[in-house]
């Protein structure tokens, strides 16, 4: 497109959802309400960790970042989401586009790795119980972290550059209640090739090698317990992975139903549905998962809770 024809980009509308405008006020309430449910969770998963040094293992390091990613991947797309229902002009700047496309990517992407670091440490934890201190040292769980930040900021910032390099022109709504990486290239007015291969190829690295890592560590953790079968070996099995795999069966199942499913003539309906499945919904319930199915957390909420009352009465 010619220059002097070409118009600059300022700002982006975002659609929102697909909600009537009398059930709006409803909507807003129920989204604010489970916003907070994923800040408050979330919170105390980390405190309990934090405080309770029972919990000051490899696992649950691991859990404590997972809920600081959610958290923050929650708190990416949600308060714009709220404030946008509330608003006449639901628009986002282009720079701050940008930015929430950056960390959607980068807290989407760190949820991934962690995934397969905990599998990793399950794994450990079943198959070579004697050897679990030696493995999962202090040294290995701080180089996993470390590994996963640092390509989850390589990743994130990749898809930024790149997508800050296209030139948008006149059409600015994007349908969807946050800037999605797909519905912006829809946008583009400049060539999109680049985008698309990196997207093909890092899209592969980044979520169907961790999801095949996963699988792997859980089809060795079910031979090892088949090899000596007892009741008290899947037992333990379940209470010490069945947390985990719901996570996992939560998280990759709306990512997978979103991008490998075929798309349906409602598909901007379906990707809207299932995008505030893994932004919204997975994040709230990963919580209630770790701490309803997990004995060591009640345990430790029991502790702090006695160790305040104790404090009151002294």
Known sequence: MPGENQTIVSEFLLLGLPIELEQQNLFYSLFLVMYLTTVLGNLIIIILIRLDSH???PMYLFLSNLSFSDLCFSSVTIPKL?????????SIPYEGCLTQMYFFLFFGDLE???LVAMAYD???AICFPLHYTTIMSPQLCLALLALSWVLTTFHAMLHTLLMARLSFCADNVIPHFFCDM???LKLACSDTQVNELVIFVMGGLILVIPFLLISMSYVRIISSILKVPSAKGIRKAFSTCGSHLT???LFYGTIIGLYLCPSTNNSTIKDTVMAMMYT???PMLNPFIYSLR???MKGALGRVFCKRKTLSFS
């Open 55 to 57: 919990l000051h293992t």
């Open 82 to 90: 709220l404030q946008n229902m509330q608003s006449q002009v639901p």
């Open 280 to 282: 919204v919904v997975t």
């Open 122 to 124: 399950r794994y450990v």
């Open 294 to 296: 997990n004995r060591d």
């Open 182 to 184: 797909s519905a912006l």
């Open 112 to 114: 991934s790795f962690l």
């Open 247 to 249: 996570v996992v069966s």
